[in-house]
């Protein structure tokens, strides 16, 4: 009876993952006592609150607790419905009195969903008196200047509906609902209209879905982009979700916001199983979906009994149908599967079935003497599913049998899908190991805040956020640290970016953020200036004399590796590419950056030590310098309990870095030492630097060219037949199914999926001063990427390439990967391209990837299964080296 009581648990209010946790964590904040608040923070129910928290003096922490903890219950009711639920929340998000708009939508949305949820509101609602607009004429006194006050009061005593008032606010008294104002402070405070009138001082970001405004800022049309910015702040009525969903969320010129938004909901993620409905949707590990899970699949067949009765509720019509029991029932399955599994691809972040299905399944099934006049099966999928481009839309033929792939995806697994973790929690892959004797799960449950109070987008904590500003300005962002209180603090405003400003290329007008060619070249408009990479082009019109000199290097450099140390902390190849990229000479020296030595002579303080930390810098060297060194105070003693093994240059373990330099030790590389790198021969890196060994390399997250030091660059053009490479021996890959990609600037292939980030230096110059003068490096870069990487048989390495462009590569880590691992990196590859070049906020809400512009992705194909390069180590070898501790990052 095991699969009977899953099921029927499942069912129950409350079981969703995604509420796990206490309810009332959301609410500590009210409390007015200090120690109340932290041990609210600390607690798992309102039982371990009660001694600490006294009801007299605490009235409004407990108040949102019970409102919190009806709200769980009622919504609950909804499962995966999502505009049901939507609605349902909204009832609960304030503990004003809810307005008739909202009931009356909970009312039409789930009366056909849940019975149960609708008795539930209503006796939730019954608590509240209905009040007048006239209730809220003290907030008028609030406005700054007179002309406002007045139009308030007259709007309060003549208009009636929500949307009325806020529209009619908005516009006579010429300004955004934002949360600081002290109008809408008075409306947006958690006493509500007719209260005590006493407003919370809220903090200009946290009122707001930060997530959401960045997706309003792609808005193509004025009433999509106020109202996205509407439902996107604690203002978002039902009537203002009811308004987008009619003119928004089907309209094709808002596909970019509206895939943004679903990305903020749900991210796309690989993998998909454990469906009891859904079957043909099991056995999938690499591909993209962004809602696999039980609730989704209970929603599809919830869907289809729905649909059963002869009508599908689209937000702005109804769909007549035929009996569907009889009618294609399988494709219908896939249809329903589909919207609720929701598949996406690299690109089109969008999950809309295609075209073609959605006209043969209406042509079949459609019930036509319903139909009213003029409307076709052709006109309702133009609306609907405009394209039949396989990259961009679903076609069901793939979902209408089962998976080929059986049970082998244990070879690819994915601890974060479906999220095991409480609400409040990021899921992150478990990359550092277990200690001896502890529980050792592939996944750790670490704590976030969310991007503003009506967010439930979450990041890191100490994490550097940007959001768009609370002026409510296109191109205006603040820069916030994510702190130990679980919200978004320290904010400070940086100088707006001009979006109007154009770029002329070629005697064409581009838009800032547009993204194009100039030869071979990726460029990007960014605040009218034009920003490439700077590769060297090949032309069919030069000479003969000139084809034979090209050397594919930028400004024509020849291919002789006579390498110099820039004050970036990048070796370039040669004096003649390092001035390519923008270095003076008194910027850069001869010889490689890891063959000096940036402690001496000793920069630090008697009292401290010096100790190298390099790093390649990404922002200005002249206003931000890239020290290669760190100076701190010589310990009296270390936290001998800290395990953060490291490896000395003698072969020998340390508990921590603090014990290796209080021993006088030099650091080799992180993790445990390996015996197979105590006798490795010298490796070169794709960066152009040669280490001690392969676990020196990866442990500075540098993938392996070739064996041997350096003393080869690689070409960067696919013209060029001839390089230094000649002399080069590479390994061979294990498998010859696997056709490579070559990085930019190495001479040796490798099966991995590869990017070429074009990124602008003046925002990482704007992060790198907010962020008390600390240069942006590529190790933040990766630290931030690496989180994104949700399957542990792939990892993730980079560079900064010759030609100034981000490299990434996202390489399988067992010794000879299946070719279901490579595809897996390919997919986590390809997404992330299509996140960077889709400016979505689950990534570039991250500082410094907000500074990305645009990518290309290249993947290593194969023609039969395995595929491996020789260099690569085992899986358990890589966990304990390159995964267990990533101090440097």
């Given at each position: 009876?095991?699969?009977?009581?899953?099921?029927?648990?499942?069912?129950?209010?409350?079981?969703?993952?995604?509420?796990?946790?206490?309810?009332?964590?959301?609410?500590?904040?009210?409390?007015?006592?200090?120690?109340?608040?932290?041990?609210?923070?600390?607690?798992?129910?309102?039982?371990?609150?009660?001694?600490?928290?006294?009801?007299?003096?605490?009235?409004?922490?407990?108040?949102?607790?019970?409102?919190?903890?009806?709200?769980?219950?009622?919504?609950?009711?909804?499962?995966?419905?999502?505009?049901?639920?939507?609605?349902?929340?909204?009832?609960?998000?304030?503990?004003?009195?809810?307005?008739?708009?909202?009931?009356?939508?909970?009312?039409?949305?789930?009366?056909?969903?849940?019975?149960?949820?609708?008795?539930?509101?209503?006796?939730?609602?019954?608590?509240?008196?209905?009040?007048?607009?006239?209730?809220?004429?003290?907030?008028?006194?609030?406005?700054?200047?007179?002309?406002?006050?007045?139009?308030?009061?007259?709007?309060?005593?003549?208009?009636?509906?929500?949307?009325?008032?806020?529209?009619?606010?908005?516009?006579?008294?010429?300004?955004?609902?934002?949360?600081?104002?002290?109008?809408?402070?008075?409306?947006?405070?958690?006493?509500?209209?007719?209260?005590?009138?006493?407003?919370?001082?809220?903090?200009?970001?946290?009122?707001?879905?930060?997530?959401?405004?960045?997706?309003?800022?792609?808005?193509?049309?004025?009433?999509?982009?106020?109202?996205?910015?509407?439902?996107?702040?604690?203002?978002?009525?039902?009537?203002?979700?009811?308004?987008?969903?009619?003119?928004?969320?089907y309209n094709p010129m808002e596909t970019a916001m509206v895939n943004c938004l679903a990305d903020v909901r749900e991210p796309c993620q690989l993998g998909c199983k454990d469906l009891a409905y859904c079957t043909n949707f099991n056995n999938r590990p690499t591909e993209l979906f962004r809602s696999c899970n039980a609730q989704s699949d209970q929603g599809a067949m919830s869907d289809i009994k729905l649909w059963e009765k002869g009508s599908i509720k689209?937000?702005?019509?109804?769909?007549?149908?035929?009996?569907?029991?009889?009618?294609?029932?399988?494709?219908?399955?896939?249809?329903?599967?589909?919207?609720?599994?929701?598949?996406?691809?690299?690109?089109?972040?969008?999950?809309?079935?295609?075209?073609?299905?959605?006209?043969?399944?209406?042509?079949?099934?459609?019930?036509?003497?319903?139909?009213?006049?003029?409307?076709?099966?052709?006109?309702?999928?133009?609306?609907?599913?405009?394209?039949?481009?396989?990259?961009?839309?679903?076609?069901?033929?793939?979902?209408?049998?089962?998976?080929?792939?059986?049970?082998?995806?244990?070879?690819?697994?994915?601890?974060?899908?479906?999220?095991?973790?409480?609400?409040?929690?990021?899921?992150?892959?478990?990359?550092?190991?277990?200690?001896?004797?502890?529980?050792?799960?592939?996944?750790?449950?670490?704590?976030?805040?969310?991007?503003?109070?009506?967010?439930?987008?979450?990041?890191?904590?100490?994490?550097?956020?940007?959001?768009?500003?609370?002026?409510?300005?296109?191109?205006?962002?603040?820069?916030?640290?994510?702190?130990?209180?679980?919200?978004?603090?320290?904010?400070?405003?940086?100088?707006?970016?001009?979006?109007?400003?154009?770029?002329?290329?070629?005697?064409?007008?581009?838009?800032?953020?547009?993204?194009?060619?100039?030869?071979?070249?990726?460029?990007?408009?960014?605040?009218?200036?034009?920003?490439?990479?700077?590769?060297?082009?090949?032309?069919?019109?030069?000479?003969?004399?000139?084809?034979?000199?090209?050397?594919?290097?930028?400004?024509?450099?020849?291919?002789?590796?006579?390498?110099?140390?820039?004050?970036?902390?990048?070796?370039?190849?040669?004096?003649?590419?390092?001035?390519?990229?923008?270095?003076?000479?008194?910027?850069?020296?001869?010889?490689?950056?890891?063959?000096?030595?940036?402690?001496?002579?000793?920069?630090?303080?008697?009292?401290?030590?010096?100790?190298?930390?390099?790093?390649?810098?990404?922002?200005?060297?002249?206003?931000?310098?890239?020290?290669?060194?760190?100076?701190?105070?010589?310990?009296?003693?270390?936290?001998?309990?800290?395990?953060?093994?490291?490896?000395?240059?003698?072969?020998?373990?340390?508990?921590?870095?603090?014990?290796?330099?209080?021993?006088?030790?030099?650091?080799?590389?992180?993790?445990?030492?390996?015996?197979?790198?105590?006798?490795?021969?010298?490796?070169?890196?794709?960066?152009?630097?040669?280490?001690?060994?392969?676990?020196?390399?990866?442990?500075?997250?540098?993938?392996?060219?070739?064996?041997?030091?350096?003393?080869?660059?690689?070409?960067?053009?696919?013209?060029?037949?001839?390089?230094?490479?000649?002399?080069?021996?590479?390994?061979?890959?294990?498998?010859?199914?696997?056709?490579?990609?070559?990085?930019?600037?190495?001479?040796?292939?490798?099966?991995?999926?590869?990017?070429?980030?074009?990124?602008?230096?003046?925002?990482?110059?704007?992060?790198?001063?907010?962020?008390?003068?600390?240069?942006?490096?590529?190790?933040?870069?990766?630290?931030?990427?690496?989180?994104?990487?949700?399957?542990?048989?792939?990892?993730?390495?980079?560079?900064?390439?010759?030609?100034?462009?981000?490299?990434?590569?996202?390489?399988?880590?067992?010794?000879?990967?299946?070719?279901?691992?490579?595809?897996?990196?390919?997919?986590?590859?390809?997404?992330?391209?299509?996140?960077?070049?889709?400016?979505?906020?689950?990534?570039?809400?991250?500082?410094?990837?907000?500074?990305?512009?645009?990518?290309?992705?290249?993947?290593?194909?194969?023609?039969?299964?395995?595929?491996?390069?020789?260099?690569?180590?085992?899986?358990?070898?890589?966990?304990?080296?390159?995964?267990?501790?990533?101090?440097?990052?």
């Open positions: 009876m095991s699969d009977l009581w899953v099921c029927i648990n499942s069912t129950l209010p409350g079981a969703s993952k995604k509420s796990e946790g206490w309810v009332g964590l959301g609410c500590c904040e009210l409390a007015i006592d200090v120690e109340c608040r932290r041990k609210c923070k600390l607690a798992s129910s309102k039982n371990d609150i009660t001694k600490v928290c006294k009801k007299e003096f605490e009235n409004a922490l407990y108040s949102c607790i019970s409102r919190n903890e009806m709200g769980s219950v009622c919504c609950s009711y909804a499962g995966r419905h999502t505009n049901c639920r939507e609605y349902c929340q909204a009832i609960f998000r304030t503990d004003s009195s809810p307005t008739l708009s909202q009931i009356k939508a909970v009312e039409d949305y789930c009366q056909t969903i849940s019975p149960q949820l609708i008795s539930c509101v209503g006796n939730y609602t019954k608590s509240y008196p209905i009040k007048s607009p006239i209730d809220s004429l003290y907030c008028c006194d609030r406005a700054d200047d007179t002309h406002c006050q007045t139009a308030c009061k007259n709007i309060l005593r003549t208009m009636k509906t929500e949307h009325e008032i806020i529209d009619g606010l908005i516009k006579e008294c010429d300004r955004q609902p934002l949360p600081q104002d002290p109008l809408w402070q008075c409306f947006l405070g958690s006493s509500g209209p007719g209260g005590n009138g006493e407003s919370i001082d809220t903090s200009p970001s946290t009122g707001l879905d930060g997530a959401k405004l960045h997706c309003c800022y792609k808005a193509n049309t004025t009433i999509c982009r106020e109202l996205c910015y509407t439902v996107s702040t604690n203002w978002g009525s039902t009537q203002s979700w009811q308004e987008f969903y009619q003119h928004c969320e689209m937000p702005f019509m109804n769909i007549p149908v035929l009996d569907i029991r009889k009618c294609r029932p399988e494709m219908w399955k896939a249809v329903a599967c589909s919207l609720q599994i929701k598949p996406c691809y690299s690109k089109s972040r969008g999950s809309v079935i295609c075209k073609s299905d959605c006209v043969e399944i209406l042509t079949h099934c459609g019930d036509f003497s319903k139909f009213h006049e003029g409307i076709s099966p052709e006109s309702i999928c133009d609306l609907l599913s405009p394209t039949d481009d396989p990259d961009r839309c679903i076609p069901l033929e793939r979902y209408l049998s089962p998976s080929s792939l059986g049970n082998i995806i244990e070879e690819v697994i994915h601890p974060c899908n479906p999220n095991p973790c409480p609400s409040n929690h990021l899921c992150e892959v478990n990359r550092k190991g277990c200690q001896s004797g502890q529980e050792c799960l592939p996944y750790f449950c670490v704590q976030g805040c969310k991007l503003g109070e009506a967010s439930e987008f979450l990041v890191h904590l100490d994490a550097l956020i940007q959001v768009p500003s609370s002026k409510g300005t296109v191109g205006c962002y603040e820069i916030c640290t994510c702190g130990q209180s679980g919200r978004l603090e320290n904010c400070v405003e940086m100088t707006c970016v001009d979006i109007d400003k154009t770029c002329v290329v070629g005697g064409q007008r581009r838009s800032h953020g547009t993204s194009f060619k100039v030869d071979c070249n990726p460029c990007s408009c960014y605040a009218g200036e034009i920003v490439c990479s700077r590769r060297q082009c090949f032309s069919k019109l030069i000479s003969e004399e000139d084809r034979q000199r090209f050397t594919g290097l930028p400004c024509g450099c020849p291919d002789q590796f006579v390498p110099v140390c820039a004050k970036n902390g990048r070796t370039y190849p040669s004096a003649c590419v390092a001035r390519c990229m923008g270095l003076t000479d008194n910027q850069f020296e001869y010889g490689t950056c890891r063959d000096s030595d940036p402690c001496s002579p000793n920069p630090c303080l008697k009292s401290q030590r010096c100790i190298p930390k390099r790093k390649v810098c990404l922002t200005s060297i002249s206003k931000y310098p890239c020290n290669q060194y760190e100076c701190v105070s010589r310990p009296s003693s270390c936290d001998r309990s800290l395990l953060d093994p490291v490896c000395d240059t003698e072969n020998n373990e340390h508990p921590n870095l603090c014990m290796l330099y209080q021993r006088q030790k030099v650091l080799a590389y992180t993790g445990h030492c390996q015996e197979s790198c105590k006798c490795s021969k010298p490796i070169c890196g794709h960066n152009g630097e040669t280490y001690s060994t392969v676990c020196a390399a990866y442990s500075d997250r540098v993938a392996v060219d070739y064996y041997g030091r350096c003393h080869a660059v690689g070409i960067v053009s696919e013209y060029s037949s001839e390089s230094g490479c000649a002399s080069i021996s590479c390994p061979t890959l294990s498998t010859k199914g696997c056709n490579p990609v070559t990085p930019p600037g190495a001479c040796c292939p490798l099966c991995a999926g590869m990017l070429q980030i074009l990124w602008t230096k003046d925002q990482m110059n704007v992060f790198a001063e907010i962020n008390h003068n600390q240069p942006m490096t590529i190790h933040d870069i990766l630290q931030i990427l690496r989180l994104h990487i949700s399957v542990p048989q792939c990892d993730i390495f980079g560079y900064l390439s010759i030609e100034s462009e981000i490299v990434i590569l996202i390489v399988p880590v067992d010794q000879q990967p299946t070719s279901l691992q490579v595809e897996a990196c390919n997919k986590e590859a390809e997404k992330i391209d299509s996140l960077i070049n889709y400016g979505s906020p689950t990534l570039v809400s991250h500082v410094p990837l907000s500074a990305f512009l645009t990518s290309e992705v290249k993947v290593s194909t194969l023609t039969f299964s395995g595929c491996a390069p020789t260099l690569s180590l085992s899986f358990s070898l890589f966990l304990s080296l390159v995964l267990t501790v990533w101090v440097n990052l």
